[in-house]
């Protein structure tokens, strides 16, 4: 914690990472990608939302350098690359339980 208390560079990498996060859609869909790597028809599926929404928040996600795609097949399997997400979304889940 002293690292983020001292060092702006650190902090401020830390606070993209929260800003690319810190959507409703978007923290959802960090969460499926958490539990396995899933093309953009099966998050919209599961999310119940348009694929095309899907695919501009996983842009975003993607600019950032949190997820990232693998062609499998003719579809983009989306992954996470940043493996520390997987621990921010455990500290989130039990923030707000």
Known sequence: MEDLASNMSH???VAEILKAV???LR???VAL???KEEHVNGL???LGVNQAIVSQ???ILRMRRLVGATRVG???HYRILEPQ???LMKCMENCSA
């Open 11 to 13: 902090s401020a990498h």
């Open 22 to 24: 810190a959507h409703p």
């Open 27 to 29: 923290i959802r869909i």
């Open 33 to 35: 990608l958490c539990q």
């Open 44 to 46: 919209a599926d599961k």
């Open 57 to 59: 928040q996983l842009q």
């Open 74 to 76: 003719g579809f983009a």
């Open 85 to 87: 997400l997987r621990n």
